[in-house]
């Protein structure tokens, strides 16, 4: 896939993800809004503006990958997935019912273009990882792209895994955090604190960049300056709002695993126009 | 064999050792397989890999959890990924990341778990893998090996470099008995009879095959007629040699180095029960052992011989008694 989008086109595409993500999850009638929400700008920038793939040829082995370990926000990568061409869109709002390709956590045997099944947090990143690593040994030009949740790198093997990519020097691997700052039970400060956040990953060996994640030139340099980045892996900290486009779900706990009502939903709709 | 010829049991080298061993040779062949290893590398013998094949080989360092996404990882994109380290940590501490990285995929990677069942001896229970058979069988996909010597050992590592999808292989610390001549051939979810019998079936895997043998000779000597079963893949378990042994000798007593609940007894048990109902009776453990040296602890706990021949008397007189 050739990447020639402008900054408005980009900008229209992260609207309708915006658009789809609020209906998909309100006819599910459940699902997570905000962690979706906040991570649009990110994957749309990867997948419009980034990175190396073909929707005609999904198991293309020089690829770039995709992780979404937060697999929880799944309506973002269904959204942005259909919009690349690999799913149907007409079908989004078939999601978590029975039978539907569009399951509650993205799931490889439903839609083999996936890169991994993920749902269980904490994993992402050592599978990337290992994709990384043996797209090293394979001498190809693959990326690995692996987007965390900011409650999600809580988990332990987070930093085992970080200890691993920055000892065997994995520099074809991007770990986004989305730092929403909020997580299930609430506020991520509260719960379990991860400041100082950039200074933990440096002084695990990764190059970090912090950034404004809803703001895409400046992902677009992000990635770029990742990509020179040589003998170290990447952790991008994408500052971000839970719910972000919708008023009444930005920075409202409630809208992590709660779907919107039909009355809702026409208000996001309005504000997403 | 016919009954009346007896097995040398030599001692040979230990079942890790041929797992290390036939890797090299394997890698030599195939460029795709790769290793992780999580500090263990010189007890479970990919050290000898790492020797020769340095680009091929991740350090995880002590972190099971993140060696299993890794190879995950590298068997996602081509690779055939062995992970390795004593099994009750990679089984119990990776056993998550096996679940959703490995088997709910279906991704092809190989996790060999050494110094299972309380063989290890002197380290005791926090080291003794006794709930790896049952967990690994748990996982949907996986194909669980579980070699009683070197001979099987080499072939079932190459079984399982051929087999696309995920395999457990249980492998063991001490020296084993030779069971098998070099050319024997193995084949993924047969077992081998190894010893014709009519009053009652010995059904073992692993260590207690040996064991099953010597008991053999035990009851031969009173005139009892014992079939010798090698169940060198407990998933998928051969049902027809299973069902057969059952309606044939009407008696099994099923041995193994781990815990009876949720072991190779219980999944023949339901083959069984399925097909021909027959008396039997399990020799494994009920709870974790302790210290000392791995004869002691095999004596203490049951796993030998003597026990085994003791079970069977004990079927062949359910049995009998069930007919009067």
Not at chain 1, 247 to 255: H, V, W
Not at chain 2, 294 to 317: F, T
């Amino acid at each position: 896939m050739t990447h020639s989008k402008s900054l408005d086109q980009l900008q229209a595409i992260a609207k309708r993800v915006r658009r789809q993500i609020v209906e998909m999850i309100t006819t599910a009638k459940s699902g997570h809004p905000g962690g979706s929400l906040s991570a649009v700008e990110i994957l749309v920038t990867l997948y419009f503006d980034v990175m190396r793939h073909d929707p005609k040829n999904p198991q293309w082995p020089d690829r770039d990958r995709f992780l979404l370990s937060k697999g929880h926000a799944a309506p973002v990568l269904y959204a942005v997935m259909a919009e690349a061409g690999y799913v149907p869109a007409d079908q989004l709002n078939s999601l978590r019912k029975l039978g539907s390709i569009y399951q509650g956590h993205p799931d490889k045997r439903f839609i083999p273009a996936l890169d991994a099944s993920t749902g269980s947090l904490g994993q992402g990143l050592s599978l990337g990882l290992g994709m990384a690593a043996a797209a090293r040994l394979d001498k190809s030009p693959t990326r690995v792209y692996v987007v965390l949740g900011d409650g999600e790198i809580q988990e332990g093997q987070i930093w085992e895994a970080a200890m691993f990519g920055a000892f065997h020097k994995i520099d074809n691997i991007v770990a986004i955090v989305d730092y929403n700052r909020i997580q299930l039970d609430g506020f991520v400060k509260d719960i379990m604190e991860l400041e100082p956040l950039a200074a933990k990953w440096q002084s695990f060996g990764w190059h970090v960049i912090e950034l404004d994640g809803h703001d895409i030139p400046a992902l677009q340099k992000a990635f770029a300056d990742a990509a020179k980045v040589k003998g170290k892996p990447v952790a991008l900290i994408a500052h971000t709002v839970k719910g972000k486009g919708v008023s009444f779900m930005e920075n409202n706990p409630k809208f992590h695993g709660q779907a919107p009502t039909a009355a809702e939903l026409e208000v996001a709709l309005k504000e997403l126009a | 064999m016919p009954a009346g010829m007896k097995f040398e049991l030599k001692t040979g080298v230990a079942t890790r050792e041929a797992f290390g061993k036939t890797l090299v040779e394997l890698a030599r062949e195939n460029p795709d397989i790769v290793v992780c290893d999580a500090d263990l590398s010189k007890s479970t013998m990919t050290h000898w890999f790492a020797a020769e094949f340095p680009d091929r080989f991740f350090s995880c360092g002590i972190a099971e959890a993140d060696m299993v996404g890794i190879g995950a990882g590298l068997a996602s994109s081509g690779k055939i990924a062995f992970v390795a380290s004593f099994s009750c940590f990679v089984l119990n501490k990776g056993f998550e990341q096996l679940r959703v990285t490995a088997a709910y995929p279906n991704v092809n990677l190989k996790v060999v778990g050494t110094h299972s069942g309380i063989s290890i001896g002197e380290d005791g229970p926090s080291q003794m893998s006794i709930e790896d058979t049952s967990l690994a069988c748990s996982l949907p996909g996986f194909v669980v090996f579980s070699p009683a010597d070197e001979v099987s050992m080499r072939a079932l590592v190459r079984a399982a470099v051929q087999h696309v999808g995920p395999v457990f292989i249980r492998a063991g610390r001490p020296k084993v008995p030779i069971i098998y001549s070099p050319g024997q051939q193995f084949e993924m979810g047969k077992g081998i009879t190894l010893i014709e019998g009519r009053d009652v079936t010995l059904m073992a895997t692993g260590l207690m095959v040996s064991e099953s043998i010597k008991a053999q000779e035990i009851l031969e000597n009173e005139g009892i007629s014992a079939r010798v079963i090698d169940i060198h893949t407990i998933k998928p378990l051969d049902a027809s040699l299973i069902s057969k042994a059952a309606s044939e000798t009407g008696a099994i007593v099923v041995s193994e180095e781990h815990l009876v609940d949720g072991g190779l007894g219980v999944r023949v048990a339901q083959v069984v029960a399925q097909t021909n109902p027959c008396v039997m009776e399990f020799v494994g453990l009920t709870d974790y052992a302790e210290s000392g040296s791995p004869e002691d602890l095999l004596r203490k706990y049951g796993l030998v011989a003597p026990n085994i021949a003791q079970m069977a008397r004990k079927a062949i007189a359910r049995k009998k008694k069930n007919k009067s």
